[in-house]
């Protein structure tokens, strides 16, 4: 069965510093997907990046990085220099190819100036 | 592209009566929609999954009676909570997954649920 885990349930930091949130999944599919999601207080769901099984490759956009382990089931997300606009609740997800998508529990980023 | 609407934002409503929340796919076919519910500080949980024309699939725990749903469109999924009570208050949220295959959902902004 899937089973994502983000074991950090609440985040403080000042900005300009660098934040990282951690994931760590569960899966028998060799096909399978990761997603990171950041949730503002409006509530809406802002996608980040999505990475399939096959793509170990770490990925860079702008202040965002993620570093994918499949060896540690691991997907981290990390915010170098942060901002207060990062404060929000961010969601880690999996899904198995054709199969339901599921979030872990969220990690509470706050950003203070 | 992949935008996903719902409506109403937000809804209060009294006690014993029902509510209809709309989730629109606006330049995509649909032809999978699904339906999540989270609570204050808490992840988004699945409710059921639903294909265009056919009945929706319920999560377990989920009363299928209490929480109809209808997906008569490639671009159009609805959400009735009937008779709502102050527990069914809650942040509804729906997705959208096209038939690109692409294994992505395409999320809705929320519809905020308040029972009196």
């Known amino acids: 069965a899937q089973k994502v885990t983000q074991a950090q349930t609440e985040i403080s930091v000042v900005e300009k510093e660098d934040v990282t949130l951690d994931c760590v999944y569960e899966?028998?599919?060799?096909?399978?997907?990761l997603f990171w999601y950041k949730q503002p207080p409006s509530g809406e769901l802002v996608f980040l990046i999505r990475?399939?099984?096959?793509?170990?490759q770490n990925e860079i956009s702008g202040r965002y990085s993620w570093n994918f382990q499949k060896s540690t089931s691991s997907f981290n997300f990390t915010i170098t220099a942060s901002q207060v606009v990062d404060s929000a609740v961010y969601f880690c997800?999996?899904?198995?190819?054709?199969?339901?998508?599921?979030f872990g529990a969220g990690t509470i980023l706050r950003v203070k100036s | 592209g992949a935008v996903v609407s719902q409506h109403p934002s937000w809804v209060i409503c009294k006690s014993g009566t029902s509510v209809k929340i709309e989730c629109r796919s606006l330049?995509?076919?649909?032809?999978?929609m699904f339906w999540y519910r989270q609570f204050p500080k808490k992840s988004l949980m699945l409710m059921a999954t639903s294909n265009e024309g056919s009945k929706a699939t319920y999560e377990q725990g989920v009363e299928k009676d209490k929480f109809l749903i209808n997906h008569a469109s490639l671009t159009l999924s609805t959400l009735t909570v009937t008779s709502a009570h102050p527990e069914d208050s809650s942040f509804y949220i729906c997705?959208?997954?096209?038939?690109?295959?692409?294994?992505?959902?395409?999320f809705g902004p929320g519809t905020r649920l308040t029972v009196l």
């Open positions: 330049d995509f076919q649909a032809t999978t």
């Open positions: 997705s959208a997954r096209g038939a690109s295959g692409i294994d992505e959902q395409f």
């Open positions: 990475r399939n099984s096959f793509d170990e």
């Open positions: 899966t028998r599919d060799t096909t399978y997907y």
């Open positions: 997800a999996l899904t198995e190819y054709g199969n339901k998508l599921v």
